[in-house]
């Protein structure tokens, strides 16, 4: 939803030098400029828009940065009046499989044509203001882990395996043990001690089953 504002608050007049672009007829700034972020949870921001022009001014919006595939806008047009302070709504979301760290995203507004339309093509008087904002994608670890096949039968050996899914945003490491059967019935090996996975992807290791006793028929 796209919130007006017909006048500009005292907060807005005193807002700090260089957080609003001067010398623009339509000022924008990404509300808050910074956030955190949690996997697979959206969060709202707000572009603020101002219009300190003598005459109305059309704009067009679109995301740019770092995260642009997961940055959406309410809306990508507005027509704001001289002296009108216009709120449009941006989502930020972000899968499990973003690596965590920090990534600056952008709103383009471009005046009078659209933001993709190469600088050389827009119509005179026309320009892109930019507003920013940092957002910290915190670390989540997260896994899944099987064994496949998880049953084998033979005279002489099993051959098995376990998969490692990384559905965090982090590196993970796994330490891979064996438990032995009490009664020695059967010898456990992996073909590895520990596993490392990168996030979004998965890992694998070969264990082998043999049994203590060779029965044949």
């Known amino acids: 939803m796209v919130r007006r504002l017909s006048v500009a608050t005292v907060s807005e007049s005193r807002t700090r030098a260089g957080h609003y672009r001067q010398g623009m007829p339509v000022t924008a700034k990404l509300v808050p400029d910074r956030i955190e972020l949690l996997p697979n949870t959206p969060m709202t921001l707000t572009l603020r828009l101002y219009n300190g022009d003598d005459v109305s001014r059309d704009v067009t919006m ?17 027509t704001i009046d001289t002296n009108q302070i216009v709120d449009i709504p941006v989502t930020v979301f972000t899968p499990s499989i973003v ?6 995203i952008s709103a383009d507004v471009a005046v009078g044509a659209d933001a993709d339309t190469p600088a050389g093509d827009r119509p005179a008087g026309s320009d892109v203001v930019v507003a920013s904002a940092t957002v910290e994608v915190s670390a989540h670890s997260d896994y899944s882990i099987a064994l496949q096949p998880t049953r ?6 099993g051959r098995h395996t376990i998969r490692v ?9 796994i330490d ?7 009664d ?18 998965a890992g694998q290791a070969a264990v082998l089953v043999t049994p203590a006793t ?4």
């Open 214 to 217: 060779t029965y044949w028929s």
């Open 152 to 157: 084998s039968r033979g005279a002489r050996r």
């Open 99 to 104: 690596h965590a760290g920090t990534y600056a």
């Open 62 to 78: 679109s995301a740019s940065g770092d995260l642009t595939d997961h940055v959406r806008l309410d809306t990508s047009a507005a």
């Open 184 to 201: 020695d019935v059967v010898s456990t090996t992996i073909d590895t001690s520990s596993l490392a996975v990168a996030p979004g992807l």
């Open 165 to 173: 899914a990384n559905t965090g945003n982090v590196a993970l490491t």
């Open 176 to 182: 891979l043990t064996a438990d032995q059967t009490d």
